[in-house]
T-cell receptor, first 116, second 114 residues
């Protein structure tokens, strides 16, 4: 079946502009995750959604970052007033919950964000 | 705090030979899961293999096996019969019981030579 999809694949923006990144999880997966991969910091967890529960936002680096998940499916990560240090690859992942536990996370191809 | 350490920034292997990529972890939680992902130059993270902390047997998936040594807190990935397509970054990751987020190591870049 179809994997996790993300759009856009590449985004170039100017410092100070807002950007929205989209993630479509695997059909039937109830959990959705955002990670950031940058040269200096490696792979970092940002936020986690599970069903109708309150999201785990513990990894968001600042209040310029926010995410929502509509209808338990598609998610949008928004970065307001972008800074050059926001340049990174933003990876989305989804997983299936079985017996109260999340199974393996499957990743999308990522969105490469460059802030000029 | 959780921590994953991959001490090999780069590894080289000849085609058809086996290679071991090292991963050590640090956690005080008895319940955890360990994962290996492959990231080719295209950028997508590809799941390879999983080992649960309570699993009695080492995990295997085709040419991939995980050498799990719980007492040493190591979870090394073994790739047998390397192929040119195995050239990629390899990341070890851990999920601690009670948390769904993955904590990743810095990765190892594997190059398979013909």
């Amino acid at each position: 079946g179809a994997g996790v999809s993300q759009s856009p694949s590449n985004k170039v923006t100017e410092k100070g502009k807002d950007v929205e990144l989209r993630c479509d999880p695997i059909s039937g997966h109830t959990a959705l995750y955002w990670y950031r991969q940058s040269l200096g910091q490696g792979l970092e967890f940002l936020i986690y959604f599970q069903g109708n529960s309150a999201p785990d936002k513990s990894g968001l680096p600042s209040d310029r970052f926010s995410a929502e998940r509509t209808g338990g499916s598609v998610s949008t990560l928004t970065i307001q007033r972008t800074q050059q240090e926001d340049s990174a690859v933003y990876l989305c992942a989804s997983s299936f919950q079985r017996g109260g536990f999340q199974e393996t996370q499957y990743f999308g191809p990522g969105t490469r964000l460059l802030v000029l | 705090a959780q921590k994953i350490t991959q001490t090999q920034p780069g590894m080289f292997v000849q085609e058809k030979e086996a290679v071991t990529l090292d991963c050590t972890y640090d956690t005080s939680d008895p319940s955890y899961g360990l994962f290996w992902y492959k990231q080719p130059s295209s950028g997508e993270m590809i799941f390879l293999i999983y080992q649960g902390s309570y699993d009695q047997q080492n995990a295997t998936e085709g040419r991939y096996s995980l050498n799990f040594q719980k007492a040493r807190k190591s979870a090394n990935l073994v790739i047998s019969a390397s192929q040119l397509g195995d050239s990629a970054m390899y990341f070890c990751a851990m999920r601690q019981g009670g948390s769904e987020k993955l904590v990743f190591g810095k990765g190892t870049k594997l190059t398979v030579n013909p």
